[in-house]
């Protein structure tokens, strides 16, 4: 079974940083295209990063420069380091893996995880 | 990159059909058949419904279905049950961009 499960979430100081984990099972991270996806409360859904499995990665513009995708194969966990946080980035963070590997991400999710809540607030 | 545009609320009877719609460009909704939709219960991860426009993922039901005309992507769900009561999102592949983009979301209210 296909599960996700994602940590690291919390209260954070604007200007501070957190790591994310998405801990996967059922499938092998390297070998998919993985993204983060963040949902302001109330608001809806935006792709925050993709990771390719050749490691290519793209981030919105948002968190372009302060934002960072990456995997630990061995542990099969995916990241998301944060670092410059501001109060917009409050969110919940959700890390999901494309249905199909085509060449490109087209933000189609077949699985997620249970999301974990980052609030930037001082 | 701009959210695709989808109407506020949808609502209907139980028993009854209803159309979501997801507006885009030829940039995105209208140039390639990359469109998703995505149901959303609150407090709850998205669910995939619909892929590439027309397909239902192993384990969704066939009362949801997906049509695109130009740069507008429809969802139908039809034979309303309480529980299709949720937020619905489009997605989309985007020439625009290097990341897939969403739809403003739809609340969907069984009456």
């Known amino acids: 079974e296909v599960q996700l499960v994602e940590s690291g979430g919390g209260l954070v100081q604007p200007g501070g940083s957190l790591r994310l984990s998405c801990a996967a099972s059922g499938f092998i991270v390297s070998t998919n295209y993985m993204s983060w996806v963040r949902q302001a409360p109330g608001k809806g859904l935006e792709c925050v990063s993709v990771l390719y499995s050749g490691g290519t990665t793209y981030y919105a513009d948002s968190v372009k420069d302060r934002f960072t995708i990456s995997r630990d194969n061995s542990k099969n966990t995916l990241y998301l380091q944060m670092n410059s946080l501001r109060v917009e980035d409050t969110a919940v963070y959700y890390c999901a893996r494309d249905l199909l590997i085509r060449g490109v991400t087209s933000a189609t999710f077949d699985s997620w995880g249970q999301g974990t809540l980052v609030t930037v607030s001082s | 990159q701009s959210a695709l545009t989808q109407p506020a609320s949808v609502s209907g009877s139980p028993g009854q059909s209803i159309t979501i719609s997801c507006t885009g460009t030829s940039s995105d909704v209208g140039g390639y058949n990359y469109v ?61 961009s290097t990341l897939g983009v969403f739809g403003t979301g739809t609340k969907v209210t069984v009456l």
């Not at chain 2, 009362?63 to 009561?85: H, P």
């Open chain 2, 36 to 96: 998703s939709w995505y149901q959303q219960h609150p407090g709850k991860a998205p669910q995939l419904m619909i892929y590439d426009v027309t397909n239902r993922p192993s384990g969704v039901s066939n009362r949801f279905s997906g049509s695109k005309s130009g740069n507008t992507a429809s969802l139908t769900i039809s034979g309303l049950q309480a529980e299709d009561e949720a937020d619905y999102y489009c997605s989309s592949y985007t020439s625009s």
